[in-house]
């Protein structure tokens, strides 16, 4: 699947084609004053709930403003539609979609409303800001709480072995022996779902930057890569390694994400390189995961640099093309507040922190999102390199996989992935390729 994590987590939980408040995209004001805002979201399970109980949350507040919401497919297809639609000025009022470089695909100079220094941005955490700029210009607010990339572990099987959270990867692979000895699969790998082969490499980005600082920019610009910086390869070895040693569960290669989840559920593997985001569709099958299940960014070499790699919510737009740009700003300004975090919480089960000043996590929140915000809150937190750059290779998964299986070494998988983004900077006309 050649999508980027950030769409691939619309299509974790399904293609749930559901109308919210009607399946109709227009909008107007009717004779007796009533506004109506059309609003565009995908059609996975989450993103349908969560836009549900904005709409009808924000209509309690605002009774003279009406939401009427449009679903369309998730992943490339849904892009596509975004991109047409913005294109053509047929796009709806507001609509949700992704943040970090992908926006910038958009145009948002010309497509997009510019809410730089508006008060619609008051209660926004400052640092997701950068993930919703184009040059230096917001435009968006953020739909749903964050997500860690990382580490899932059961907390049952670290207490029954007196394990502690490692903050290096050789105490994470000490650890993992402990775990194999005690006959308990180390570490899961799912790699018939060929996406999930990547959180090894996507995941230890905080480790990179904190390294390497200048990463982003200079691998945006052609003068950095993977092969390399050390820092940037050392993800491709980590793969090659729980192979080489055996902690990976028998038949990964055909493993998908759901038994890999049920896997780590059940106490059956101990640790799971996964995005948080995928457990709390599980909670309602499985609700001891949410106390069960917790989180650590992928150790590096620093215990003092220790962190957490982030993916950001995705955000909620204005569409240049809006009629009613004033009601719109009402809506997303109630996105963009406690009240709203609260209503999405009661129907999707946060997966890490709010981006929103005010909005606090429930005391029930999974231990998943406990976790993240605790890396959060002492400032030891890097967005994925996705949001920092608009390069990314479609061919990784397939490349991680083959590391992963122990049939490319870990150094050559990385020259093939360097490769592998050189075509797609080429593609996308970027300067020093």
Known sequence: MNTSLRMLGAALTGLAMAALTSCASGSG???????????????????VDAAKALADAFMRAEPRIKIKTEVVPGGGEGDNVVKTRLSTGDMTDVFWYNSGSLLRALHPSRTLVDLTGDPVLSRVKKDYLPVVSV????????ATAATGGGILYNRKVYERLGLKV????????ANNDKIKAAGTTPLIATFKDTWTSQLLVLGDYHNVQAAVP???????????????????SAGFHHLAQVHAEGHLNKGFGSATNDQGLKML???????????GLTL??????????ATDIGFFGIPGDDPARHGATV????????????????????????????????????VVPPSG???????????????????????????????????????????LEQITVAVGSGLTPPAQGAAQYDRDVEKQAKQLGLPGW
């Open 214 to 232: 200048s990463f982003a920019r200079d691998y945006t610009a052609g003068r950095a890569r993977f092969a390399t910086t050390p820092a940037a």
């Open 135 to 142: 040059d230096g210009r917001a435009y968006g607010v953020p």
């Open 311 to 346: 993916w950001e919510p995705p955000a909620i737009y204005i569409a240049k093309s809006t009629e009613h740009l004033a009601e719109a700003k009402k809506f997303l300004a109630f996105v963009a507040s406690p009240p709203a975090a609260e209503a999405v919480t009661k």
């Open 280 to 289: 709390p569709p599980l909670l309602a099958a499985h609700p001891q995961a």
């Open 265 to 275: 559920i059940e106490g059956r593997g101990a640790h799971y390189a996964m995005l």
């Open 166 to 173: 490692p903050r290096t990867w050789a105490e994470f692979m």
């Open 29 to 47: 004001t009717s004779a007796d004053g009533t506004v109506t805002l059309s609003f565009l979201v995908g059609s996975d399970e989450s993103t």
């Open 353 to 395: 922190p709010y981006r929103v000043e005010g909005a606090e996590l429930p005391d029930d929140a999974p231990q998943v999102a406990k976790d993240l915000q605790a890396y959060l809150d002492r400032g030891a937190a890097t967005p994925a390199l996705e949001f920092l750059s608009p390069v990314k290779g479609p061919s």
